[in-house]
């Protein structure tokens, strides 16, 4: 135990012999105790401040904890994504192409995004693969011979594209493509989502980059909703058809008419015909 000398109030009496009791005078008039201030030596009784570079290593703990929670939440600002989309369209009005969607892995078990066919309806037309290049990992879902009505629904592959919509339609010679993907929800300035739609006729109008004549790029912006458009002229395929089918019809028809006449002359009358006895020419 250590002293130190501190103020306190104590009771200090003046003190007269003649006083019976325990009665104390002041200056020959009794009086009762008062109390003055005084210096003493006493015990300490409290626990010693602590010093500067005590509260320092309290405070390091904490420091050491904020720290941890910003790492941990480094990935999830940080993450990569790429999404790349591409499809081709036949002059028969069959779509084929490919998606691969596909992530930085946060840790050495993620296997990053992962696509389905069994959410479609067709899924005999799409064959899903695992996807690992340049440090994305992910899955990649390649399809063939899709019909303009069956393109929108490849978004049930993943629960995550409910804001991708995309759809083709025909008008005339016109195969009008339109698009909407809503990535308000995507933070990562460093997301790589691009579309990329080969047409098989010259593109008329979009609001892509027209890398080729027939083809069209969009390189989609995180953080917003972007929408995509675009038309390309050629020849309606049940036209063609039709021009195909009377063209043939006008050959048969050709043929048809030939062999007719070919039998009709084959099948002429052939026997020597009789003239009259004055139109017998002299001996």
Not at 19 to 46: E, F, I, K, Q, Y
Not at 162 to 172: I, K
Not at 197 to 213: H, Q, W
Not at 244 to 256: C, D, E, M, Q, Y
């Amino acid at each position: 135990m250590t002293h130190g000398r501190s103020r306190s109030w104590a009771a200090r009496y003046l003190y007269n012999p003649r006083a019976t009791g325990s009665t104390r005078v002041r200056d020959g008039a009794p009086t009762r105790p008062h109390r003055v201030w005084h210096d003493d030596l006493v015990p300490a009784s409290s626990a010693p401040i602590p010093a500067r570079g005590s509260r320092a290593l309290s405070a390091r703990p904490r420091r050491v904890l904020a720290i941890a929670m910003l790492l941990m939440l480094v990935p999830l600002a940080t993450g990569c994504l790429r999404v790349r989309a591409s499809i081709t369209i036949s002059p028969d009005d069959l779509v084929s192409g490919e998606i691969v969607a596909a992530a930085k892995p946060k840790t050495s078990k993620d296997i990053g995004p992962q696509l389905d066919s069994n959410n479609v309806a067709f899924g005999q037309k799409v064959a899903v693969s695992n996807y690992d290049s340049d440090g994305y990992v992910g899955s990649q879902a390649v399809f063939s011979d899709l019909t303009f009505a069956e393109l929108p629904q490849l978004a049930n592959m993943n629960s995550d594209a409910a804001g991708v919509s995309l759809s083709l339609r025909r008008n005339g010679n016109l195969v009008i493509l339109e698009g909407r993907v809503d990535l308000t929800s995507l933070t990562d300035p460093d997301a790589d989502v691009v579309l990329t739609v080969a047409f098989p006729g010259p593109v008329t109008s979009t609001n892509g980059d027209r890398i080729e004549p027939e083809v069209v790029q969009w390189k989609l912006k995180p953080g917003v909703v972007s929408t995509m458009t675009a038309q390309a002229r050629y020849t309606d395929p049940n036209t063609r058809s039709f021009t195909g089918a009377g063209i043939w019809l006008g050959i048969a028809s050709f043929t048809a008419a030939g062999v007719v006449a070919l039998l009709a002359w084959l099948g002429r009358d052939r026997s020597p015909r009789f003239t009259a006895s004055g139109d017998q020419p002299p001996s």
